[in-house]
C-alpha cells in the first residue's frame, strides 16, 4: 500500500488520481530505500511500474520553494524522456513539481525559455542535455538525485561519453538511482564506478520476462516472413500491434507493404523528423494506426495501453533486446502475445535469447491461407455478434425480412460475412532481404564485448556480442540512431 510508505498527502491524492492502488513490488522495495538517500540499481521486468519507483521519492523529496534543478532524469530516446516527464508531471501534480522533458529535434529556444522559469526536475536525452549545459542554459550544480532510466542501455557504448560529460556537471555528493528490466554484469560493473556503496534491488523473478507474456517463435526463411506476418495478423487480428525490424530500410519496406495489403501501418525509427515521429506515435495510441512498425527506437520504455501484440519480424542480435521488444505488451498486469521469426540460419540466436530470460518460445507453425481467411471471417462474426447485441435494429428489419423471404438464410449470411470480411491479401509487396545475423555458438564469447568502454575509438567490435555500431557517426546523435 501506498500509505505504509510514509509519503506526503500530496503525493498519495496524486497517485490515487492515477489509478494506482497497490505499489509494485518494485516501488514498495525501492521507495523506502531511496528516501534514505541510498543509491541504487532497480532491476524488475517490464511495465512493472519502474518509473513511479524512481519517480516518487524524487517529488517526495523535492524542495519546492528551491528554484533549481535538483533532479535529472536521463533516457535514452525522446519520445521516453516525454513520457518519463509526463508521469513524473502526474506524480507532482498536487505537490506542484515542476517538470521539464529536454529533448532533441524540438526548438531549443523554447526550451532555453522554459529552462528559465525554473523547473525542479529534468527529463532528457543525454546530447540534448549536453547542449544545454554547454551553452550554459541548463545549470546541474544543485542537483541532488540522478536518474538513470534505461540504465544499461545508457551505460553502453554510444552513450557512455555523454553519460560521463553529463556526470561531471553533477556534484559528487548525489543520490545515483540505475533502472531498467536488464541489467548485465558487466555494464552493472561499470556503473558501479560512479555510485556510492549502490544497493542492488532485483525483483525475483524466474525469468526475466514476464510471465502473462505468450511467447513463441516462427522458424521462416527470410522471404516468406511476409506473407507469414499478413497471415498472423489475419489470425490473431491484434488491437494493437508492434513489428520490429533491424533497419530503417526494413521498417519502411514493411510498413509500406502493410499498407499495400490493407493494413492502417506506419513506421518509427530515428532518421524521421521528430515532428513525425510524434504523430505516428499518437496515431497508435489513438487507434488510428493498428500496426506500429518500428526499430529498436521504440524498444525500450513506452508505455502504450493496448498493445497486445509484438512481432519480431527480425530476431534481435541481443537478448536483452528482446526482453524489451516484447515488454511493450504485457504491461501492468496485461496479457499479450510475442511472436518471433526466426530464420533456420538464426537458430543459434534463439537459443541465446532463451538462455538469457530462462524462458523458452514454443514454436508456432506459420498460418495457412485458409487459417488467416477463417480468422478474418470470425473477425467479421464478431462484429456481427456484437452488432446484434447492441440492438438497434429496429430500422433494418422490415428488409431484413424481405430478404430472408427470398433467400436462403445461411446464404444471406454469408453474403453479410463476403461483404464484411478483408480476404487475404496476396497482393506482391518488395521486402529487401536482409543477410542473417552471423553466427553464433554460444553467449560466453558474446559477453565480452561489455568490457569494450565507449571511451575507446577501437572499431575492433564486429564479433562481439552486440555486434552494433556505435551510435554516434561524427557529430553527437541524439537519441538512437536506429
Ligand atoms: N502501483 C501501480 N499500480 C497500477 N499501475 C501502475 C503502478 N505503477 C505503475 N503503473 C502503471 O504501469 C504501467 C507501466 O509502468 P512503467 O512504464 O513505469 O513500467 P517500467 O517498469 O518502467 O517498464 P519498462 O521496463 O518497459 O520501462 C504504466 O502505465 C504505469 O502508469
Ligand atoms: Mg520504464
Redesign the pocket.
Known sequence: MFSELNLSPSIIKSVNR???????P??AKTIPLSLQGKDIIGQ??????????FGIPLIEKLDIKNPNVQGIIIAPTRELAIQVSE?LYKIGYDARARVLAVYGGQDIQRQIKALKKNPHIIVGTPGRILDHIKRRTLKLDKVQTLIL??ADEMLNMGFIDDIEAILSSVPEERQTLL???TMPDPIRRIAERFMKNPELVRVKAKEMTVPLIEQYYVKVHEREKFDVLSRLIDVQSPELAIVFGRTKRRVDELANALNLRGYMAEGIHGDLSQAKRLSVLRKFKEGKVDVLVATDVAA????I?GVTHVYNYDIPQDPESYV?RI??TG??GKEGMAITFVSPREMGYLKIVEQTTKKRMNPMRPPTWDEAFEGQQRLSMERISETVKEGNLEEYMTVAKELLSEHDPVEVTAAVLKLLTKEPDKTAVHITEERPLPMKKDRDNNQKSYSRRGKSSSNSHSHNYSNRKPRRSGKRSEGYNK
Open positions: 492515477m489509478g494506482f492502488e497497490e505499489a509494485t518494485i516501488q524488475a521486468q517490464t511495465g512493472t511500474g519502474k518509473t513511479a519507483a508521469e532510466d534505461e533502472f531498467s528490466a525500450r520504455g513506452l508505455d495501453s524489451h515488454g511493450r504491461r501492468a
